[in-house]
């Protein structure tokens, strides 16, 4: 079967003319130019792509508990988080601590005959909390293990039990001229300026107690190189648009 492909020659653009092209990138992002190849859409989308990868890898970075190059280091997580995940096992006998069924036994009967001693003279949580720290003691005190013992120092990774918050925070895709977020990504593009950011309901308490990304006195240089790498994707549209319209 014969197939009939068109094929379109691209010419060499001066160099003047991408030059004054990206000079106009100002006038084409601020609508004082009509922007008929849409080259302020294709930046935006191009920023947000870079600035997202950006914020992804330090996401990375950071879980794993090291600093990005923005100075951000996220505190690490306590001893109780790490010693009660539910995403990292830990290979219990039974759900108290690592007793063994014995020493689960033993557990019970002391709780139960200091709860129901302390009960009479303070509250129910009280007498419980109190019942239960007396147990533990003697338990301890005789070799028994805890989760908190065992593996709250253990490794593991911050801020990714489910991994929603990183996903959402993935760089997306650009084609068409245009920036494809992850489905809970925000992104909205707007005459001079974009927004990006996360959808995920706890994102912004995160952000406050392990930032996501750079405070804006701290960003800047973020921003410059995601302008940079935008500019030179950019710089190859324009190129082979023009090509185009030389070839025509």
């Not at 920023?47 to 090291?66: C, D, N, P, V």
């Not at 690490?76 to 010693?83: D, G, H, N, S, V």
């Not at 009660?84 to 033993?106: K, N």
């Not at 993935?170 to 992850?182: E, L, N």
Request: some cysteine; charged content about 25%.
């Amino acid at each position: 079967m014969a197939v009939l492909r068109e094929q379109v020659r691209l010419r060499r653009v001066p160099r003047a003319r991408l030059v004054s092209e990206l000079r106009d990138l100002p006038r084409y992002l601020s609508g004082r130019l009509p922007d008929v190849h849409r080259y302020g859409a294709v930046f935006k989308a191009h920023l947000a792509r870079a600035l997202m990868e950006k914020i992804y890898q330090a996401f990375l970075l950071k879980s794993r508990g090291g600093t990005d190059d923005a100075g951000y280091r996220w505190k690490p997580l306590k001893r109780e988080t790490l010693a009660y995940r539910a995403d990292v096992p830990c290979p219990l006998t039974h759900g108290r601590g690592l007793l063994t069924a014995e020493q689960d036994r033993l557990w019970r009967g002391i709780f139960a005959s200091n709860y129901a001693r302390l009960s009479a003279v303070m509250g129910e949580a009280e007498a419980k909390a109190q019942a239960a720290r007396i147990a533990w003691g003697i338990l301890k005190a005789q070799g028994a293990r805890t989760k908190l013992a065992a593996y709250g120092n253990r490794k593991a990774p911050i801020l990714y039990v489910t991994g929603r918050l990183a996903r959402s925070l993935q760089p997306g895709r650009v084609s068409g001229g245009r920036y494809h977020p992850p489905r809970e990504q925000v992104y909205e593009a707007h005459r001079q300026h974009i927004v990006i950011g996360s959808r995920v309901p706890y994102a912004p308490y995160v952000h406050r107690q392990r930032p996501l990304w750079p405070s804006s006195r701290r960003i800047g240089p973020w921003l410059a190189e995601a302008t940079e790498k935008a500019l030179q994707e950019l710089t190859r549209e324009m190129s082979r648009t023009l090509s185009k319209e030389l070839a025509t």
